[in-house]
């Protein structure tokens, strides 16, 4: 089993910042790509943005200026630096990883539990 542990949500004021943090642990014998989703009340769950071992990075055009993501392929983590935040912004972020257990596998996913990040007017 695959698990991924998201930290670093909360109440911020608009304008602010949070960093949102994502550990995967299990049997993982590579992550091809992780990433940050988000679902607001109502709304489908959208990508933010996502990295690849290789480093390639893509942004949702609503956060790109705004947000970096970053990732230690070493730890297995990733981080979602979140600056001048708007209340639009006010969601439930998501970790997201597509991993191998093993070199000859097949691509799987997991997502994290969630976690709730509000920002007030």
């Known amino acids: 089993q695959v698990q991924l542990v998201e930290s670093g949500g909360g109440l911020v004021q608009a304008g602010g910042s949070l960093r949102l943090s994502c550990a995967a642990s299990?049997?993982?014998?590579?992550?091809?790509?992780m990433g940050w989703y988000r679902q607001a009340p109502g709304k489908q769950r959208e990508l933010v943005a996502s990295?690849?071992?290789?480093?390639?990075?893509n942004y949702a055009d609503s956060v790109r200026g705004r947000f970096t993501i970053s990732r230690a392929n070493a730890k297995n983590t990733v981080d979602l630096q979140m600056n001048s935040l708007k209340p639009e912004d006010t969601a439930v972020y998501y970790c997201?990883?597509?991993?191998?257990?093993?070199?000859?596998?097949?691509?799987?996913?997991?997502w994290g539990q969630g976690t709730r990040v509000t920002v007030s007017s």
């Open positions: 299990g049997s993982i014998f590579s992550i091809t790509v």
């Open positions: 990295i690849t071992s290789g480093d390639n990075i």
């Open positions: 997201n990883a597509i991993f191998l257990r093993a070199w000859y596998s097949k691509s799987e996913t997991s």
